[in-house]
C-alpha cells in the first residue's frame, strides 16, 4: 500500500510542528489538536458531534464542597451530564471518541479574572490519547471509561459509561414532546467560558502540589460549531457507586458523584453539530 | 450480589488514604498504587509478571541526542525493549496490564545525584489509568498501545504493540538455546536505579514548560520480586515507521525510535517473576 | 434508572417472536434481524450505511478455483472489496457494526435457478453477534476482525481490517476527481441477487457435510435503502499474507486472497445510504 | 522482521491440513483445535486453565423445560456455572481466552445412546473464532459476551459477564475456608460425558429446522488435564434480566437463565489445570 495516497507524515518533525512537548517530550514535537502538522492545519477546526444533555437540580452545600477555592455556584445547584459522540475529527485523522462531562455554572472571582461560566468537575473519554493530553496541557480532568456511542430508538436516546465491565451510569434523553427551536443550554457546543481546576501532584513529596490552579477558556479563535439538528426532552440519569474492587482507580470520585442528592431532573438535549474547538484559548486563571 | 463479599470500598475515602490527588483532584483522594485502601494495604507488593526483552547495540550520537541534559550514555548505545505482562496486580484488586518498555543504561551528575541507571526514553501500556497516575505521579513518559500478552510457543516469544490497528512494534526471543542461570539484565525485575524525565507543558504559553526535571528511583522501599524462572536467547526487535494517519498523537515518537540504527542485536532472556514495586521512593533529582 | 422508558423486553417471548430458534435453541426464541420484537417491528428496516468499494480485474483461473459446482464466471474476474459501516441500527437496538465484503459477479445455473449476481467469497464482521446469526440464518461466510470506522480526509478514504493485531487488509479510496452522479456498482446498497455458498461440516464426521448448498437471495421484501451521497474514486487495496501464528484460525482464507494476482485497479466509490434490507429472502437455491 | 523465527504458516495448505471445512469452505482447508497445521500437531493439547465454580440449586420443573427431547435430570436440579480462563493454547498459537459455562447432569436415553453426563444449556467466550468453530462443528451453544480474567484476593474470586457494557452475570466464590484434597465436581477439567444440543434453523424456511440432535462427548481421546491446585468454597452467582435494548440478540436466553428461582447455593470449587482437550471425540448421539 505504498505510494499514491502516502503524506508527508514521515517528514522532518521541526518543519511540521511547533516546538510543544509532552512526555516523552525528547523523542519528538507533541502532535495534537493545539499543535496540528502544518501540511494538516486546514484539518484544525473539522469534526462532528452529537451531544445529549440531562440536568438535575441538587443540594447546594453537597455540590459546593467539590468547588475550589473562589469558585462558587452561579444560581440553582444544578449539574449537567452530558455525553458527547464526536466523529471524523481532523485531529485524529479522522477518527472520533466518546466523552462524558459533568458540570455546573460558577462564578470565579480571581485577583484579575471575574467571570462565570462553566466548571467542569470530571470527564471521561473512551480513548487515551485525548485523555493524557487533555489532562496534562489544558488540566482537563479527564478519565478514561469505555463510553458507547448515544442510541436513539423513536426519538428516546440512551447512554452510559462503563469501566472495565462496572457501569458507573445511565443516562437517557425521551425527545419524543420535545422542541426544535429551544436555545441550546451549556454543552459541548457553547460558545461560553469553561473552567476547571488543573492540579498535578508533586513527585516524591507525597500530598504536595506542583500545580493548582484555575484554567479557564475563552473559546473566542476556534470558528464556532454549527448546529444541525437539535431537540429538547425530557430526561433522567445515574451514577452507580462502587466499591474498590470494581474501580479501583476511580471509586473514589465516582462515589462523590453518586452520593449527590438528586432532587429534580430539568430536562435536557441532543444537539446535532458540525466543527469542533481545539480549546487553545485555555489559560492559567489570574 | 449483596452482602457476603461486599467489602469496605463504600467507607469514608478520608479513612481509607492518604490525602494524595489527581486530577480530579477535589472530588475524592487518589487511589492508586501509592496510595492503597489502608484496608488494602496488605495487597501493595503483590503481582505477578513474565518479562520479554531484547537489546540492541545502536548508534551513540543517534541515541544521545534523546538524552536530557545532565545524562550521558554510560558505556555502548545499547537499547532494551522490554515487554510486560502484569498480572494479579494488588492495586488493580486482582487485574493486570501490560508494558512496552525502551531503556538505556546512562549515568546522570546533577548538583547532588550523581547516579548511574536505566533512563526510560518511553513506556506503553494498555490500560489508561496506569498510564496517567505514571505520567503525573512519576513523570514516566507512559503512552497508550494495544498490547496482547506475549505469546510463547517452543520457547519462541512472540511480542508486538499496536495502535487502532497499526502494529508499530514486532518483538521476538527465541529460548531454545538459552540459559536458565545467566544473571538477568535490567528489565522491570532489577534492582537499580531508574532515570526519567518528566516533563509538563505549561497551559496557554505553548512551548514553555511548568514542570522540566530528572526524576529518579531507588526501588529500596519495595520487598524485591522474587523470580520464578528465567532464560536467556536470541531475538530482534523494529519499530516500524508510522504516517501521521496511522497514529497523530505518537508518530513523531514512533519515527524517532524507528529511526535508530540497530547495529547488531545483543540477546535478552524471559523472565517470571512474582511481587511488585509500587515506585513509591521516586524523587526529584537534584 | 426504572420506569419510564422501561419498554416490553421482558414480556413473554412468545408473544414477541416468531417461533425462529439458534443455538441455544431451547432458551428462547432468537431475536434478530429477520425476527424482530413484535413491539419493535417498525424498526425493521432502520439503518444508515456508509460503504467503501474498490474493484480490481484478477485472474479468472485463479478467482474460477474458489467458485462452488455451478457457478462461474459472469465476465471479466473482477472482485469488489468494499468496507460498510452500519449505524443505527434497529434491530440492534441503535447500534451498529462494520463489514468488510470480498465478491464477484457470478453465473449460477441451477436445476431450476439460474440467475446472474453477486457472489461474495467471504465476509468480515467486528460483532460476534450478527457473524454468527449470518453465518447458520443465512449461510453467509462471515468471519470476525477488528474494522475501523472508514476514515476520511479531503476526500480520500482508508481502511483496514485487523485480527489480534495483524492487519490484513488495506484499503483506499480516492474521490477527490470522482463523479457523485455515475451509477453505483454493486455493494450494499445495490438491489441485484447476491448468493452465498452455504456450508455445515457434520459433527463426528471429519471431511463430511451436513449442509453444503448454494443460498440465493433477492433482496425483494425489504424497501430499497435510499442514496444520500456518493462518489466514484480511484483506489487499490491489499491483503497481506499471514502465518499460522498471525491468524491461526483464518490464515488459510487470508492467504487464498492475498495470492490472487491484482492486474489492474477498476476504481471504486464511496455511498452513504439511510435504510438496511434485512436478507430474509434468502433461500436455498434449486 | 522476516527469516529466523519464520515458520511454514505460508505453505501448501493442502499438506499442513486434512481436508475439513467451514465457511468460508472453499477458501481453504479449516485450521482450529480439531485441525491443526501438521507441522504444529504437536502442539494439540497445549494449554493452561482456571477455572471458577459456583452450584446452585433450583427447581426441577423449571429447569426441565429448558432440555431437549429424550433428556432427563440424572438427580436434583442443580446447574454449575463455571467461569474459564484459558491460556497459552497451543491450537491459537499461544493466545486464550475466556468461557462461561452453564450446566447440569442428565440422562439421555437415545435409541443406543444411553448415557449420564453434563448437559451444556449455554456457553459465553470472548473470542469470536472459538465460538463459530464450537458451534458449527460441535453445536455447543456458544455465545460471545465480555468475559473479563477471573480476579482472586485474599481468596476471593470475582467474575462476570457483559455484553456491550450490560453486565449479565455475576459470580463470586470464597475459598478461604476451602478444602484443598476435595474431589473436583464437574467443570472443565473433568473427564466426564458431555452432551449438547445441536441446532441449525434451514435457510428460508423459517422456523424448521436443518439440525436438531443431540451431540455427545467422550473426551477420551485426549490426555487428561493435569489439575495443579484446587480448591473448594463457597459461592454465588445471579443471572440479571435485560432487556430487548440491552441485548438484543441475547436477552431471551438471559431472561430464561434470570428466571430460574436459585434456591440454595451448593458450593463450588477452584481449579487449576495443565492441558486441554479438543473435543474431538464429539459424535452424534443415535
Chains 1, 2, 3, 4 share one sequence.
Not at 467571570?115 to 480513548?127: A, P
Not at 496541557?137 to 472495565?164: H, Q, T, Y
Not at 452520593?259 to 466543527?275: A, N
Request: glycine share 10%.
Amino acid at each position: 500500500m505504498n505510494a499514491p495516497f502516502r503524506t508527508d507524515g514521515l517528514q522532518a518533525d521541526a518543519e511540521e510542528h511547533e516546538d510543544i512537548r509532552r512526555m516523552p517530550a525528547l523523542l519528538g514535537r507533541a502532535s495534537g489538536p493545539r499543535n496540528m502538522p502544518r501540511s494538516h492545519a486546514h484539518l484544525t477546526y473539522v469534526g462532528d458531534s452529537i451531544e445529549v444533555t440531562v440536568r438535575a437540580l441538587t443540594d447546594a452545600a453537597a455540590l459546593s464542597q467539590y468547588l475550589p477555592p473562589r469558585c462558587r455556584l452561579a444560581g440553582e445547584p444544578v449539574i449537567a451530564v452530558a455525553v458527547n459522540q464526536l466523529t471524523n475529527l481532523g485531529w485524529l485523522a479522522g477518527r472520533g471518541y466518546n466523552i462524558v462531562n459533568v458540570s455546573t455554572q460558577i462564578v470565579f472571582e480571581g485577583d484579575e479574572d471575574k467571570v462565570q461560566g462553566r466548571f467542569i468537575f470530571c470527564l471521561w473519554e473512551n480513548k487515551a490519547d485525548p485523555v493524557l493530553t487533555g489532562r496534562e496541557e489544558l488540566g482537563m480532568p479527564k478519565l478514561f471509561a469505555d463510553i458507547a456511542n448515544p442510541r436513539e430508538i423513536d426519538g428516546r436516546w440512551e447512554c452510559s459509561a462503563v469501566w472495565e465491565g462496572f457501569k458507573f451510569l445511565d443516562l437517557r434523553l425521551d425527545t419524543t414532546d420535545g422542541d426544535e427551536n429551544a436555545p441550546i443550554q451549556g454543552g459541548y457546543a457553547s460558545r461560553g467560558v469553561t473552567l476547571v481546576h488543573r492540579y498535578h501532584q508533586r513527585t516524591g513529596e507525597w500530598g504536595q502540589a506542583d500545580i493548582d490552579q484555575i484554567v479557564i477558556s475563552h473559546p473566542s479563535d476556534s470558528p464556532p460549531p454549527r448546529a444541525l439538528h437539535q431537540k429538547t426532552g425530557v430526561g433522567k440519569f445515574a451514577f452507580h457507586p462502587a466499591r474498590w474492587e470494581d474501580m479501583p482507580t476511580q471509586y473514589t470520585f465516582i462515589n462523590a458523584l453518586a452520593g449527590l442528592p438528586l432532587l429534580e431532573f430539568r430536562g435536557g438535549q441532543y444537539v446535532k453539530t458540525k466543527g469542533i474547538g481545539n480549546l487553545k484559548a485555555f489559560r492559567i486563571a489570574k
